[in-house]
């Protein structure tokens, strides 16, 4: 019997209480009723809560309308599909939008419950998936944005990624194995050398290591942000070779492990770290061993990420001769209907029917042939998301804000694009900075990671309380990877420009720009 089965039921939070009242995957077969009935008409626990588990996000904001969160393995779209998306988001008007994450997926705005029983249908004929992607589930499985195309690449991770999201989700359909874990739960799959998938963030990630002159991967885990705690993921102490059997194998035995042993009665402390600090590293490997059902090896002395983290925005050849992908900056990965219909239609005038998500919220399009790129850079769509973007646009990341997360303390997007604007105006910056925002301490911006991370708070100023932010330095991407920590705190928004003027003076090299 597992843990959590074996815990009274007074010793559970109230979102494990909601879980052991119904699953939340029982919703799937009610989507019809609730179509039906009306959002105003459902059980609150299915409303709030439930619902997440196939993909839709009741948001008290924006009542009625609902967000629904997409599964893109690696961040990878065909055409087909990104239209589907846009055809969904076209039918709300002023209310349709979509964002991309920072987890490689994307987010439809304004969604409407009515529909859904009808949007799933369509998702479900162009083989894409919301399901188990909110809640206490695996949430987008990440891999580079550009494996397969890569010069530089070790392994080519598009197929574990899926598989491994295969696995998770029953291809899909739904898999009850995965549905109860004690909280949320990240994994990544690295095979290129610049972590582009800030393998130190997540709750598994398997990063690129010769072992014997065998290529493969070291396997990190336990990497987190909250409100309360933010670790990086530390090392599992084994390698595993770049085949499914293995890498599906031992995600799903760390999740076994996860979900039969991890906390439930105080969600702030019930990540996969917390479990890894109660049992100790050796228990909870010998564990996981247990259940992979084999022996793990040791992992290889060294991983292989030693290039800094690349953005990808640009013109870049590809390994395969003659062809190249070029990423368009998305400011803060704001999408509308149009954008995403002319990001369809680019991918199949000038690529291979592909679009790719980066974690930095930007697009790629990839297969264009060198005959073809001339014309590609003089589409329209290329003045709104340009390939040379202005230094600290270029490497910005917003979450959603407080527009349609109740979470959120403060507004983030617009403010984010319009600060970095004047800066980028204001100042001469030699190389990108990136600075993340995130509206509150949940860090779905992920400001630990940033040069200049901002972290949404309230602030009193003249007496009044006002929207501000905490200041966050010292992340670094790439090789040597570190979270960064919070330096100041209680910075009114409204004071922003002025102290980023300085710190970027001061700590990037920035200088001000004669009229």
């Not at 770290?273 to 992979?292: A, H, N, P, T, Y």
């Not at 983290?309 to 390994?319: F, H, L, M, P, T």
Request: aromatic fraction near 6%; proline fraction near 4%; charged fraction near 25%.
């Amino acid at each position: 019997m597992s843990t959590t089965q074996s815990q009274k039921p007074a010793s559970l939070n109230k979102f494990e209480k909601i879980k052991a009242e119904k699953d939340g995957l029982d919703v799937k077969d009610e989507l019809e009723k609730f179509a039906q009935i009306g959002w105003e008409a459902m059980e609150k626990s299915d409303l709030e809560h439930r619902l997440k588990w196939v993909g839709v996000f009741y948001r008290p904001v924006t009542p009625g309308k609902f967000m629904l969160r997409m599964r893109t393995p690696s961040g990878i779209l065909s055409s087909d599909q990104l239209r589907v998306l846009a055809e969904i988001v076209q039918r709300y008007g002023t209310d349709g939008s979509a964002d991309i994450t920072t987890r490689q997926n994307i987010q439809l705005r304004g969604v409407r419950l009515e529909d859904i029983p009808d949007i799933f249908r369509r998702l479900d004929e162009v083989e894409m998936t919301s399901m188990q992607s909110g809640m206490d589930n695996v949430r987008n499985i990440t891999g580079s944005p550009v494996a397969g195309i890569d010069g530089s690449e070790l392994i080519d991770t598009r197929e574990l990624v899926q598989k491994v999201q295969d696995m998770i989700t029953n291809n899909g359909e739904g898999n009850y194995a995965f549905t109860n874990l004690p909280r949320k739960f990240n994994i990544a799959i690295e095979g290129g050398r610049d972590n582009s998938v800030h393998a130190e963030i997540n709750d598994i990630a398997f990063v690129p290591a010769y072992k014997n002159g065998e290529l493969g991967f070291n396997v990190l885990v336990g990497g987190f942000f909250s409100a309360k705690r933010c670790e990086g993921a530390i090392p599992l102490n084994a390698w595993v070779p770049p085949n499914n059997d293995d890498v599906v194998d031992l995600c799903r035995a760390i999740l076994s492990v996860f979900r039969d042993n991890g906390a439930r009665a105080n969600r702030q402390k019930s990540r996969l770290m917390w479990l890894i600090d109660e049992l100790g590293m050796d228990k909870f490997r010998s564990m996981v061993e247990q259940e992979f059902g084999r022996t793990l090896e040791i992992a290889a002395e060294k991983d292989e990420i030693d290039w800094e983290k690349r953005d990808c925005i640009g013109v870049n050849k590809q390994k395969q001769p003659s062809l190249n992908y070029v990423g368009l900056h998305v400011p803060v990965g704001r999408l509308y209907a149009q954008d995403m219909f002319d990001l369809a239609r680019l991918a199949e005038v000038y690529g291979s029917c592909e679009v790719r998500l980066t974690v930095e919220q930007n697009v790629i399009i990839p297969n264009i042939l060198d005959d073809n790129l001339q014309d590609f850079l003089t589409e329209p769509l290329l003045e709104k998301f340009a390939i040379s973007p202005q230094p600290l646009e270029r490497a910005l990341v917003s979450c959603t804000g407080s527009q349609f997360c109740n979470f959120a303390l403060v507004e983030t997007k617009n403010r984010a694009s319009i600060l970095a604007k004047q800066l980028d105006a204001e100042l001469e910056i030699p190389n990108p900075v990136r600075i993340h925002w995130t509206g509150c301490p949940n860090s779905c911006g992920q400001p630990q990671v940033a040069d200049i991370g901002l972290m949404g708070t309230k602030v009193r100023k003249d007496g009044k309380t006002v929207e501000g932010v905490d200041l966050y330095m010292g992340g670094k991407v790439g090789k040597d990877a570190q979270l960064g920590t919070c330096v100041q705190k209680g910075i009114p928004c409204d004071e922003l420009n002025t102290v980023l003027s300085r710190i970027l003076i001061e700590s990037f090299a920035a200088k001000p720009k004669l009229n």
